[in-house]
Every structure is written in structure tokens, then in C-alpha cells.
């Protein structure tokens, strides 16, 4: 069973920062990528940051240059640094691996959640 768990949400004001972190557990043979999504109310679930085995990162144009993803190999952790937050990055914020299990079967897992609120 492969698991993934979120940390690090809470209420901010705006300009402030957070740190979210998320930590992969269970039978892993691998991991191809991790990637942070996040969903407001009312609207569809979109990409904020991922970070591929090779390193190679990708964000939404709306956070380029204020988060910044990576990750940890060794501890299977993934986190999100999200520097001058604004209002409009309130959302639930949900951590997602592409990985092989032990089992060798592909497996595309999803965290609980994290709600990040920012006030203005």
C-alpha cells in the first residue's frame, strides 16, 4: 500500500510564506515524478509545480518566480517553498507521484489534501 501524506497548510496573510511538504511511504521500486495540484472551489483541479527523476521542473505561469518545488530522493519527499502568496492561492493543495510499486505495476497516487488559505 503506498501512501502519500501532505503537511505544512494553514492560514497566511498575503505576502507572507509557507513551506508544504509530502511524504511518500510503502512499497516503492521507483519514482518517476511528483507534482503539487491545487483546486479552489468551484473550479477544476490544475498543476501548480511538478519535478521530474531527471530534475527538470515545470510550473503554472501563475506562480513562476514565487514557488519553487524539489525534491528528496533519499527520504521520497517532495515539498513546495511558496513565497508571496496572494490571495488568489487559496485552495486546497494535493501532492501527487507517478511511481512503480514493488510489485513493478504502474501506480498514479493522490494525498489527502492541505488547505492553504491566504488573507488579504
Known amino acids: 500500500q503506498v501512501q502519500l501524506v501532505e503537511s505544512g497548510g494553514g492560514l497566511v496573510q498575503a505576502g507572507g510564506s509557507l513551506r508544504l511538504s509530502c511524504a511518500a511511504s510503502?512499497?516503492?521500486?521507483?519514482?518517476?515524478?511528483m507534482g503539487w495540484y491545487r483546486q479552489a472551489p468551484g473550479k477544476q483541479r490544475e498543476l501548480v509545480a511538478a519535478?521530474?527523476?531527471?530534475?527538470?521542473?515545470n510550473y503554472a505561469d501563475s506562480v513562476k518566480g514565487r514557488f519553487t518545488i524539489s525534491r528528496d530522493n533519499a527520504k521520497n519527499t517532495v515539498y513546495l517553498q511558496m513565497n508571496s502568496l496572494k490571495p488568489e492561492d487559496t485552495a486546497v493543495y494535493y501532492c501527487?507521484?507517478?511511481?512503480?510499486?514493488?510489485?513493478?505495476?504502474?501506480?498514479?497516487?493522490w494525498g489527502q489534501g492541505t488547505l492553504v488559505t491566504v488573507s488579504s
Open positions: 519535478i521530474t527523476s531527471g530534475g527538470s521542473t
Open positions: 510503502g512499497s516503492i521500486f521507483s519514482i518517476n515524478a
Open positions: 501527487n507521484a507517478d511511481l512503480i510499486a514493488g510489485s513493478y505495476r504502474y501506480l498514479e497516487v
